[in-house]
């Protein structure tokens, strides 16, 4: 829209309200949001809910433990027994592919794609090589 | 006069004409816009080369038939999802690139499982990236390698950088990365190590949960989602705001978790110690020291950025030791600088020229 619709649009006041009231909500919430009161006061908040977060944890693995159930703790840990494998894997594999490299037995990935000669704008001659079209 | 007097009304008929027309066309588009799920995102062909846990590494399909010899991998912060690199056609870093030549690789970041909670900034930066470059190296045949790191993608680039030693690392470029955390504005205060309690939080949680990190963010500008609403009903006749608007919306929506190990690092270290900037950070058994960085470097700032102040960025250029380095500001915010109409006028074609010069 250009300028000068945007003068004699009926929808122009709701535009400039809409931008200063983000303004002055965001002016007076960053102010508030910065002192020391509400950052404490944050956190405060945010420690309880974590006390009882942590309190129905514990309630709940006590319970599963009572019925013979595995808990979260129990899942998780089976969890990163299997991500320490993977992990493991991966260093192997990253091992093994050195090896193959360094004795040239490993098989040599097909490198398709298209040649990599392309030269910078500034380096290309009148001719235009080096310019390389799109595909 | 009479003929003045005509045009006049001429104009207000017309103005009330197209205020009509763009009201049905709101009340038209507003019913497709409530029932029709969220936009396409991240359509650049592309294959997933590697996956483990939480990482994922993307090859793009080259898009030119001669490349330039230096491959380009993108760095996704961890807190979000890559397809802000490509958010639609035409409005795609990955595309452009891909357009101009280089041969474009992008790490991406899956929700971290809890099982991978103990994950920390010694593996993303010492076992991730470099994974993923030997993958690149791999793919492509190349020993060298150019990085692009985005918010906290460029502060695992940078530390990858200075720890490195003689490593393939060619070129660096950072989007609007903090260096200086002690001026991170209303993050730093809400995390004051007073009143913040960092262990509780990671031995409670694990993983940092999505609505935790989101909050943070939200927090920092509370009017903007509301004020972005009433934006995007006033703009619901123009398809292409309100497919971008979409897009973003989207993307900022899809915050990822944070593996607690890795958030407690982050907290210990940079917010609190500013060991990135101050020095002492020791990573993976590596004293990180920017000035070790002798590549290339460019750094992309925005000047309105909200989340990364200009005042948190600006002093990586003096910190890292390459003779070669180049900083530009731009006007905008912390993701307009990377998918909005500044990024595509300017900093992608200044990121391309820079790089094309520096990747033969």
Partial sequence: MSKQDASNDPFDPLRKFVDDMEKRIDGVANKVMGTDGFSQAMNQTQTLSLKLQQGFQGAMAAHLKNINMPSRGDVLRLAESIQALN??????????????RNTGSGPTAARSGPPRTRKPPSQRTAAGTGAGALT | MSSASDTSQQDLG????????????????????????????????????????????????????????????????????????????????????????????????????????????????????PTCIRRVAERTGEPDISLIGYCMGGVLSLIYAAGQGDGPLKNLVCLTTPVNWHEMGLMRRWTDPRHFDVDRIVDTLGVV?????????????????????????????????????????????????????????????????????????????????????????????????????????????????????????LKGGHVSLIAGPNAVRRMWPAVSNWLAERSI
Wanted: proline share 5%; glycine share 6%; charged share 25%.
């Fill in chain 1, 87 to 100: 992990q493991r894997m991966a260093r192997m594999e990253l091992l093994l592919e050195d090896v193959a």
């Fill in chain 2, 14 to 129: 017309d103005q009330v004409r197209a205020a009509v027309d763009r009201t049905i066309a709101r009340s038209i588009k507003g019913l497709d816009f409530v029932i029709s799920g969220d936009p396409d995102v991240g359509l650049t062909p592309k294959d997933i080369i590697y996956e483990r846990g939480t990482l994922r590494l993307y090859h793009y399909h080259p898009m030119a038939d001669e490349v330039y010899r230096v491959p380009v991998l993108l760095v996704m912060a961890t807190t979000n999802r890559s397809y802000v690199f490509d958010l639609a056609p035409g409005q795609s870093m990955v595309e452009y690139l891909l357009r101009e030549g280089f041969d474009v690789f992008v790490i991406d970041w899956e929700k971290p499982g809890p099982e991978e909670r103990h994950l920390d900034l010694d593996d993303y930066t010492f076992d991730f990236i």
């Fill in chain 2, 209 to 329: 949960p999505t609505e935790f990190i989101l909050a943070g963010f939200t927090m920092l500008r509370p009017a903007q989602r509301t004020a972005g609403r009433i934006r995007a009903w006033d703009n619901m006749w123009n398809d292409a705001y309100v497919r971008s608007y979409r897009s973003f919306d989207r993307w900022s929506n899809e915050t990822i978790p944070l593996a607690g190990e890795y958030f407690r690092t982050t907290m210990r270290d940079l917010m609190w110690g500013n060991k990135l900037h101050d020095g002492g950070l020791r990573v993976a058994g590596r004293n990180i020291d920017l000035a070790n960085i002798k590549v290339p470097v460019m750094h992309a700032i925005a000047e309105h950025d909200h989340i990364v102040p200009l005042t948190a960025s600006r002093p990586l250029l003096e910190r890292v030791g390459s003779t070669d380095k180049k900083e530009m500001i």
